[in-house]
């Protein structure tokens, strides 16, 4: 079968400690034709250094410099310059298995009518760590599926980010990533769903997100989080456009997020002495305190039913 280029996109930023093993999972990669961009977005530390010294290794690497507009704009960059037909994003602490592209291209070269590829993933605490077993069986989901899985309304994890998918160019390129906001990931893949009447989902884990527990423990809680709230709000407001039998669902996970909100706060800690803080916890008690029996319905796991609880009488 003939090898059809395709593009990776990798925006960088202050990751020197695990930049290596990202990389090298991508140059080991058993389909060779491929293009790796690393957009460089005005990281401070090693990084920009690394990824020139890589592009002089490999000619199949390709560095952009900007200066740091966030994750949305890396992409949006990085995809400006792409050639592939066929194109994924991978984030520069997480790695990948050697056959994962190959895998993944190989599903959405023989299947058409399929607008993109997604593999399942895991988290791990510790890089070097391969969890999968490589048994799988391709499913076929329709748009339907899709935004039921978006979604989540029959529970299951979070899978809202755009990583871990080889997606055809056609689509990708019609899909805008928000530029200075977290969590765009999530109005991505929604405009992504919407221009996509099937997909394929491998189930193996063969991305692993590294997923840093100190770092995650040690961060407070700070107004920029509130960035969920917007995006979901936009999510509400296209549904209402375009996909109406959805709007209830979107509903429901922008109350998830006033909850999900709610808790970092109360896990993460926050500066008391700020009186914007104590106003935001404020409002995202009120607000779940005013939708709890949207949220209480959703499909989650008790422990997370019983953390709602709590968070309204104690905290």
């Known amino acids: 079968m003939k090898e059809i280029k ?65 994750l949305g704009y890396a992409r949006n960059s990085g995809l400006e310059i792409s050639q592939g037909e066929y194109v994924t994003f991978i984030d520069s602490d997480d790695y990948i298995e050697a056959d994962t592209i190959e895998l993944l291209h190989n599903q959405i070269v023989n299947n058409k009518d399929v607008g993109f590829v997604e593999c399942d993933f895991d988290y791990v605490s510790n890089h070097n760590i391969k969890l999968d077993s490589k048994n799988y069986n391709p499913i076929i989901f329709s748009k339907d599926e899709l935004f039921n899985r978006f979604f989540r309304v029959n529970g299951g994890k979070n899978i809202h980010s755009i990583c871990a998918k080889l997606i055809r160019r056609e689509l990708i390129t019609n899909v805008k990533f928000l530029e200075g906001k977290m969590n765009e990931d999530v109005l991505a893949l929604y405009d992504l769903i919407n221009l996509t009447n099937q997909s394929i989902y491998i189930n193996c884990s063969l991305y692993h997100y590294f997923q840093n527990r100190e770092g995650v423990t040690n961060k407070k809680f700070n107004i920029k989080q509130l960035d969920l709230l917007y995006i979901w709000q936009l999510v509400l407001n296209k549904t209402k456009e375009s996909n109406v039998k959805y709007v209830s669902c979107a509903e429901s996970n922008l109350n998830r997020s006033y909850f999900t909100l709610l808790a970092k706060m109360k896990v993460n800690g926050f500066d008391n002495k700020n009186i914007e803080m104590q106003k935001i916890k404020k409002f995202l008690k009120n607000k779940v305190k005013d939708n709890f029996f949207s949220i209480i319905k959703l499909k989650m796991g008790i422990k997370r039913k019983i953390a709602l609880i709590y968070l309204l009488i104690f905290y």
């Open 6 to 70: 395709l593009s990776i996109i990798v925006p960088v930023y202050n990751v020197e400690q695990y930049l290596d093993e990202c990389i090298q999972s991508l140059l080991n990669q058993t389909l060779k034709n491929i293009e790796i961009i690393l957009v460089d977005d005005g990281s401070p530390d090693n990084s920009p250094q690394m990824c020139d010294e890589y592009a002089k290794q490999d000619s199949r690497i390709k560095v952009i410099h900007k200066v740091n507009r966030g």
